[in-house]
């Protein structure tokens, strides 16, 4: 979901920097999987635990890894929101408009159009890019948040397991089937349905804008 988020910025926004962003998204992801790996490794052996030195060290992996996630979730959110607020003033990064210079068949430093008609074409394309921006680009973003919100559900089952005196009741291993059908696979089953869901609309959407 995060690549959704991060396509849009890097098709909408001027001064975009590959480099940058890889790196960011680098960080990002070494971060939830160490919250992932946290999470679960505290879970695992969790029930497993013999002595009580080996629980509270458990218990404490659990808890770190899924306060870890938690504020991963909240940093999608607000990344989603400023993206979503910089859509109505965005326009092509600069290296998608030196790609449709090229394939439109203008030269960078040249004065006059390469190709007359070709050039028609790639102005009118620019007219139309503010336009495609707003309903391809707020369409993902926004099926996207939807999709941050269920997995933040799930992840705060884990932090409510996690800080819970009585974990058998809330343990993925040991819970109830109704709590483990809602909380692990449900939610994350409409996350993953909503991600398909705005990649497939906002295409549609691209494609009759033009």
């Not at 040249?110 to 050039?119: M, T």
């Not at 028609?120 to 926004?142: E, M, R």
Request: with cysteine; charged share 10%.
């Amino acid at each position: 979901m995060k690549a959704n988020v991060y396509f849009d910025r890097a098709f909408y926004t001027p001064k975009f920097s590959f480099k940058k962003a890889f790196i960011l998204e680098l960080i990002f992801h070494l971060i939830v999987v160490a919250g992932i790996a946290l999470a679960a490794t505290g879970g695992a052996k969790l029930a497993s635990a013999t002595s009580s030195s080996d629980y509270t060290s458990d218990t404490r992996h659990l808890k770190i890894g899924y306060l870890i996630l938690f504020l991963s979730v909240l940093l999608l959110v607000v990344f989603a929101l400023y993206i979503l607020l910089r859509l109505p003033h965005a326009r092509l990064s600069d290296q998608h408009q030196q790609y449709n210079l090229q394939y439109y068949g203008e030269q960078p430093n040249s004065q006059q159009p390469h190709n007359p008609q070709n050039y028609s074409q790639q102005q009118h394309y620019n007219q139309q890019a503010h336009g495609i921006i707003n309903v391809n680009g707020k369409v993902l973003v926004l099926w996207t948040m939807v999709a941050i919100l269920f997995t933040a559900i799930r992840v705060v089952y884990g932090l409510v397991y996690a800080f819970s005196s009585d974990k058998q009741k809330l343990s993925p291993v040991t819970a109830d089937f109704t709590i483990k059908f809602i909380f692990i696979f449900l939610v994350q089953f409409i996350a993953a349905a909503c991600l398909l869901i705005g990649g497939i609309w906002s295409r549609s959407k691209y494609s009759t804008s033009h």
